[in-house]
């Protein structure tokens, strides 16, 4: 079995900033790309960032500048900074990440059980 466990959501003030932390756990191989998903209530979940194995980022324009996504290869982890807050950014977010686990041939993907991300004042 694979876990991912999210951690660090909660309630900021416009302008304030929160990390979100993901670690994977379980029968794991290798972690292809990791990444972050939000779900703004009453709308569709979209992708907020991604990075590779190799460490290359993108980020959806409306984050870019504001959010960095990291992550720790050792720990099966990944992050994300998150910087200048708007109240726009209010969403459930959610870790994504591509997995081979042990013995297997081929990746699959995981979501975290996310974690809200509340931005008011």
């Known amino acids: 079995q694979v876990q991912l466990v999210e951690s660090g959501g909660g309630l900021v003030q416009p302008g304030g900033s929160l990390r979100l932390s993901c670690a994977a756990s379980?029968?794991?191989?290798?972690?292809?790309?990791m990444g972050w998903y939000r779900q703004p209530p009453g709308k569709e979940r979209e992708l907020v960032a991604v990075i590779s194995d190799g460490g290359s980022a993108n980020y959806a324009d409306s984050v870019k500048g504001r959010f960095i996504i990291s992550r720790d290869n050792a720990k099966n982890s990944v992050y994300l900074q998150m910087n200048s807050l708007k109240p726009e950014d209010t969403a459930v977010y959610y870790c994504?990440?591509?997995?081979?686990?042990?013995?297997?041939?081929?990746?699959?993907?995981?979501w975290g059980q996310g974690t809200q991300v509340t931005v008011s004042s």
């Open positions: 994504n990440c591509n997995i081979i686990r042990r013995f297997a041939t081929s990746p699959r993907t995981y």
């Open positions: 379980g029968s794991i191989s290798s972690i292809n790309a």
